[in-house]
């Protein structure tokens, strides 16, 4: 897979996050953003080719680095497996799937369960939206027959999740953030997995999780190793290669998405992984779409106090000296072009600085406009409810608070129309 040194051999077999008022502070720049497209003064004048085969990948090295972490060089072998015999629901007009995405290791196990709906009616392999829950496959829909997710998940009274174990109790308890009947209706798959079945989201020395069973073992760590938000945005990409084999899904048209948390960990994929032909940011604020350089909402010293495991250690040497760091969010988004992208941003969502997200996709243009591509035309924060789309980036900033709404899904699937159509789909 693009852009990994995990190295898998696959067999084929039969919170939400933070909501506080902003810092206070006026949101100015700290510092100016680091140049995109810089470069050697010994080669040639910008261009795809030369973003491509030298400036990419020193930003996605910067990246690996001094932000998320570095996957460890380890050979894994990775085997899907049936869960459970595909079915019908949704009174015929849906087909359901259960996955179990086996990782090996010298004994040790891994099992993350992938749940996948595709529309019964279909005429061929189908595009699929893919992206990480938070509280198990079982609170996407209330649908009886699926499994209820064994995993460490965090705590919600709201729907029943106590104990940092999920019950009955909470099926269908996060339906509302997915709306599968609607996204199977307009001709798409949803394929979704437990963010926690890849890492336990909190912080024990990584000895849990993926972590456990690649490595590094804990006391050989070093700065630059990988946190949970990298484990994450790797079992995306294990996901996608699950859905190259299946015939029902048209791998070419595979949308990686995600809230909060689990937005930056799928810009982190999408970055990296050039399979995802789209890449859309919910509400993903700092170390997601936001710049760092802003001093509004949550701020570097906040996250890493807060969650000191979802980045690299060396991370945490930027606390209170973002303008120190070798990159900005604005190059996280750099590196999905020239594919479409999506940010969005919730006006009452001032904690994940909503203008910090927009200006970084603002400024991410310049390599989006190497490829001729239309690119978001100032740095005026777009009408609230009024979604924009140019050329292959797409923002809105909706009224409301911190979640993933119908409305979010509702532009998510109006701009993979437009995006995907134009991809020829497989005779």
């Given at each position: ?15 939400t ?27 040639p004048?910008n261009?795809?080719?030369?973003w ?51 990782v ?18 279909r ?76 890492d ?28 949970s ?16 084999t ?21 810009l ?7 399979r ?40 945490h ?15 996280l ?24 997200e ?15 591509e ?5 740095t ?6 009024q ?5 292959k ?23 993979a129309?437009l ?9």
């Amino acid at each position: 897979m693009t852009g990994w040194v995990l190295l898998i051999l696959v067999c084929i077999l039969t919170y939400t996050g933070c909501q506080r008022n902003g810092s206070g502070a006026t949101g100015t720049l700290i510092a100016p953003l680091p140049g995109i497209l810089v470069t050697p003064a010994d080669t040639p004048e910008n261009s795809p080719e030369v973003w491509e085969q030298l400036r990419r990948e020193e930003i996605l090295d910067l990246f690996r680095e001094h932000v998320y972490g570095r996957v460890p060089e380890t050979e894994a072998e990775v085997c899907f497996l049936e869960a459970v015999p595909e079915s019908e629901m949704l009174e015929g007009n849906a087909i359901r799937k259960e996955v179990d995405m086996v990782v090996s290791r010298e004994g040790d196990t891994l099992i993350m369960g992938l749940l996948l709906f595709l529309p019964a009616e279909r005429t061929g392999p189908v595009p699929v939206f893919l992206g990480l829950n938070f509280y198990g496959n079982h609170t996407v829909h209330p649908d009886t027959d699926i499994r209820i997710t064994g995993s460490w998940v965090m705590n919600n009274e709201e729907i029943g999740i106590t104990e940092n174990r999920a019950t009955s109790g909470s099926r269908g308890g996060k339906s509302g953030r997915w709306p599968v009947e609607k996204i199977l209706s307009r001709g798409y798959g949803l394929a979704t997995m437990c963010y926690c079945d890849i890492d336990p989201d909190f912080d024990d020395g990584f000895r849990n999780g993926v972590h456990a069973i690649l490595g590094p073992e804990p006391a050989l760590r070093d700065s630059a190793d990988w946190g949970s938000i990298a484990a994450w945005a790797w079992g995306l990409s294990v996901a996608m290669d699950y859905l190259e084999t299946d015939p029902d899904v048209d791998a070419g048209r595979v949308a990686v998405a995600g809230h909060s948390r689990l937005g930056k960990a799928a810009l982190w994929a999408g970055a990296q992984d050039e399979r995802f032909s789209l890449v859309i940011s919910n509400n993903s604020g700092c170390g997601g779409a936001a710049l760092s350089r802003r001093a509004y909402g949550e701020r570097v010293t906040d996250i890493n106090t807060t969650f000191p495991h979802w980045f690299a250690k060396r991370f945490h040497a930027y606390n209170g000296n973002e303008r120190a760091l070798p990159v900005d969010q604005h190059m996280l988004l750099a590196l999905i072009a020239p594919r479409p992208l999506y940010v969005a941003s919730a006006e009452n969502d001032a904690w994940a600085d909503p203008r910090g997200e927009y200006l970084s996709l603002y400024h991410a243009g310049r390599v989006y406009a190497l490829y001729g591509e239309k690119t978001m035309s100032d740095t005026t924060l777009p009408a609230t409810d009024q979604p924009v789309w140019t050329g292959k980036m797409g923002y809105h900033i909706r009224s409301g608070d911190h979640d993933l709404t119908l409305f979010d899904w509702e532009q998510y699937l109006d701009f993979a129309d437009l995006h995907f159509t134009k991809k020829q789909q497989p005779s």
